[in-house]
């Protein structure tokens, strides 16, 4: 009882230190140890450190690095080679900004379904947003809704293909790839954006009805700090070559994942690497081949217009450290903590929330660990190291596919990660330059309101339907 209690305490603590800014590179190992002290296990707590701490996070690095850092960097050459721009200006265009919720909402969901970062998508859309919010009239405080509805959502957790790390966590625990359950996370996805679109249009009705416009004057609406941070960003390329990368992330990855793997010969690998399984890698091996066929293209494409190509690879690849490493702190944390005695009561308990059917459980752990952290990757990432090889044995018992758990998981841990102490919904609200208590109630409804009535839709279908 008292390890549980000391488990609950670092978790509470770790949940408010976050908020008020605290980095978790320093939070995740402080808590752990807190958690072994208050559990009374003081003899090895230098030994859950270097032994437990360190090695999960170590093997969470061997294993993503890669994801992480092509990921940054394909993000920032999308952004600074201009092909963001000519995406979003070519939506607004087609779209008009008449439908300008829609034409943001689109804009973002392109960028990030093709593997662009969402904070480069955030910095890159905002000066467009802003543009069409104002020349339609539409509150400014509706702008980080938008952006979060295409952002954070169904193209990072449901769409099937996604290169967001969300939806590449689960690929080792449960052998699955990125287009896990694929019908299913359409109708997830679609559900996240029908219901978000309807939202935010039925918010602008109400608020030009009461007579609310934009609310803030081009005049005093200084944005030159948002623009300034994304170096290129106002710069165009023909829209063929900017659309071509996001195609080759999804398409390369497809060809390998369906076609090139499962005729692959993979004797002479797994003769040398004795301790490999290949279904457990393949997943992560296309998405890797994926992202480096587009980065290179991108380069090749535009050489002779950059400016300053090797800034732009630099700036993309020290971008991707700090939330690496965030994450594998939270994932040595979740290590140290289920070494504890106390964990195995939290455990089974949420096990045996809904016996029956392991996806229940599943989804509530995912979206629990996701709140605390204030993090989708994060709560996932522990979640699936503590809990993973039990989820995949029940599902295994219950006939249900791990394709059908991947999905779960991913849509689950994109239900409470943006809390108010989120880092992605502050660093969002500092772009557009807005409050929480102006913005933050419509962020919740599209980002986790029409997520959980999607997660529910798709535990229920896969239930009665299986994966599909």
């Not at 670092?10 to 590179?25: D, E, F």
């Not at 995949?392 to 994109?414: F, N, Q």
Request: charge should be neutral.
């Amino acid at each position: 009882m008292t390890s549980t209690l000391a488990i609950v305490i670092s978790l509470v603590l770790l949940m408010y230190l976050a908020y008020r800014g605290i980095t978790v590179l320093l939070l995740a190992p402080l808590m752990a140890a807190l958690a072994v002290v208050l559990s009374g296990d003081f003899v090895h707590l230098l030994p859950l450190y270097t032994q437990t701490f360190m090695t999960a996070l170590g093997g969470y690095v061997i294993q993503f690095l890669p994801i992480f850092l092509l990921g940054a960097l394909f993000g920032q050459l999308m952004a600074e080679s201009g092909a963001a721009n000519t995406l979003a200006r070519w939506i607004m265009e087609k779209l008009g900004h008449e439908r300008a919720i829609l034409t943001v909402v689109v804009a973002c969901g392109l960028l990030t379904y093709g593997g662009v970062s969402l904070f480069v998508v955030a910095f890159a859309i905002y000066p467009i947003a802003r543009d069409l919010f104002q020349a339609a009239d539409i509150p400014k405080r509706l702008i980080p809704a938008t952006i979060a509805l295409g952002s954070f959502t169904f193209t990072m957790t449901a769409l099937p293909g996604t290169p967001a790390i969300q939806n590449a966590i689960p690929i080792p625990y449960y052998g699955t790839n990125v287009f896990a359950a694929p019908g299913l996370g359409i109708i997830g996805g679609l559900i996240m954006f029908a219901g978000g679109i309807w939202y935010l249009q039925s918010r602008a009705r109400k608020a030009a009805a009461a007579g609310e416009g934009y609310g803030v004057s081009a005049e005093t609406d200084d944005d030159s700090i948002a623009t300034e941070e994304m170096p290129g960003s106002r710069s165009e390329m023909p829209l063929f070559l900017a659309l071509l990368p996001l195609i080759l992330v999804v398409g390369v990855n497809a060809l390998f994942i369906y076609f090139v793997f499962p005729r692959a010969d993979m004797t002479a690998i797994t003769e040398r690497f004795t301790d490999l399984a290949p279904e457990r890698v393949t997943g992560l091996w296309a998405l890797i081949i994926a992202l480096v066929v587009a980065c290179t293209t991108l380069v090749v494409s535009r050489l002779g217009h950059w400016a300053q190509l090797r800034q732009t690879v630099n700036r993309g690849i020290y971008g991707f450290m700090l939330p690496l490493f965030n994450t594998a702190s939270e994932v040595g944390y979740g290590a140290v903590i289920a070494s504890l005695a106390g964990f195995a009561i939290i455990r089974d308990a949420v096990l045996n929330v809904y016996p029956a059917n392991p996806l229940v459980s599943e989804a509530i752990a995912m979206n629990v660990l996701a709140g605390i952290t204030g993090s989708s990757s994060g709560g996932l990432s522990i979640a699936l190291q503590t809990l993973g090889e039990d989820y995949l044995r029940m599902a295994e018992v219950a006939g249900i596919s791990p394709d059908l758990l991947h999905r779960v998981a991913v849509m689950a841990a994109g239900g409470f990660d943006t809390l108010p102490y989120c880092g992605a919904i502050i660093t969002l609200l500092a772009i557009c330059k807005l409050t929480h208590r102006q913005s933050y109630l419509n962020i919740a409804a599209v980002t986790m309101g029409f997520p959980l009535i999607a997660l529910a839709t798709v535990i229920v279908l896969g239930t009665v339907f299986g994966s599909f």
